[in-house]
């Protein structure tokens, strides 16, 4: 019986890392890519684990990279696209350049990794994509310029896709994690409440694709319920409940 496949990009640290860990130990063929090259080779040390680097801003190079691995292992079940990126000190101010990267790696990296399997799923008609975002992106928030417009475009795009390839018998899946403990939310300078480990998360995606084959996984139970709550908020009490946490 054949191993099913999946491709994990942003796999070279956090999230990413951890779910091409958790993947490999059920049993699933991983293709991982990222920009560090060095970190994916350690993760290949793993029988179940190759690597092919890819910056995600090249869309060309998404294509070409998706085109060799299909050459090379026949076929790919399962997409999560989680590649991130996120600068603390640089969203506090309109800096024009932060923006425009930022928007580049989370937003249209991902555009140019699920163009690169379009054509590929919906003539196979059958498969599985699955974007990680966050659920900031479903609300705007103070001195985040880049990261949380970029991850409502995400959510938006999503859903949007989610119609789109149903027609053609493709899954697809929003990952919206809450505070995990990664390089990433390292940086931040303030309180996370109920932060997780990587393993956790990787353990919730993996549970939420396979097991419960869910559109939308959020994660922990306590973020799903604030943000929930949060979406549903009129913009007039949201501002001032907002407002009023900024001016503590």
């Keep these: 019986m054949n191993k099913k496949t999946i491709w994990i990009t942003g796999a070279s640290s956090g999230i990413g890392e951890a779910t091409a860990i958790k993947f490999a130990k059920e049993g699933w063929k991983v293709i991982v890519s990222a920009r560090r090259v060095e970190l994916l080779e350690k993760l290949s040390v793993d029988e179940n684990i190759f690597s092919y680097p890819l910056d995600v801003t090249d869309s060309d190079k998404a ?3 998706f085109k060799k691995i299909i050459d090379d292992h026949g076929q790919v079940d399962l ?6 990126t ?5 969203e506090k101010e309109l800096d024009v350049q932060n923006i425009k990267h930022v928007i580049e790696v989370n937003f249209l990296g991902v555009i140019n990794c699920v163009s690169a399997v379009e054509k590929y799923y919906k003539e196979k008609n059958k ?13 705007g ?3 985040s310029s880049g990261y949380t ?5 995400l959510n938006n795009f999503t859903q949007g896709i989610y119609f789109d390839f149903k027609k053609f018998n493709v899954k697809v899946s929003l990952i919206t994690p809450g505070f995990i403990k990664t390089a990433l939310t390292d940086k931040n300078e303030f309180k996370m409440p109920f932060l997780k480990s990587t393993n956790y998360a990787a353990d919730q995606i993996y549970n939420g694709l396979i097991k419960k084959n869910n559109f939308e996984i959020i994660f922990p139970l306590p973020i799903k319920i604030i ?12 501002n001032y409940l907002i407002s009023k946490s900024v001016n503590r």
């Design 149 to 153: 417009p970029s991850k409502a475009a």
């Design 63 to 65: 294509k070409e990279v």
């Design 79 to 84: 997409c999560i696209f989680s590649s991130g």
């Design 127 to 139: 498969g599985h994509i699955a974007v990680v975002s966050s659920p900031v992106g479903y609300r």
């Design 86 to 90: 996120y600068e603390r000190k640089s």
């Design 141 to 143: 928030l103070p001195k």
């Design 227 to 238: 943000y929930k709550l949060i979406q549903i908020l009129p913009n007039k009490l949201y």
